[in-house]
């Protein structure tokens, strides 16, 4: 399948051909740069030392929407 045939293809069906093409990669052929080892360490400290705030899906869109609307008055 080509290209612009993909991007023809909805929403729905380029997530899932996406997915497909994630799935099919030798994951242990990938591998990380010494400073991105470093980086997922730092922040796994972070979280494991309660320095780390998580938020929710719902919490992001309702701050990024109350900032959009901020902007627009």
């Not at 705030?53 to 627009?72: A, G, T």
């Amino acid at each position: 399948m080509e290209l612009e045939e993909l991007l023809r293809l909805s929403e729905a069906e380029r997530i899932m051909a996406v997915k497909k093409i994630w799935d099919s990669l030798d994951k242990k052929s990938i591998s990380l740069t010494e400073a991105q080892k470093e980086e997922l360490d730092r922040r796994l400290e972070s979280y494991h030392s309660g320095q780390t705030k998580f938020f929710s899906w719902e919490e992001v869109k309702h701050e990024l929407h109350s900032s959009i609307k901020k902007k627009q008055i």
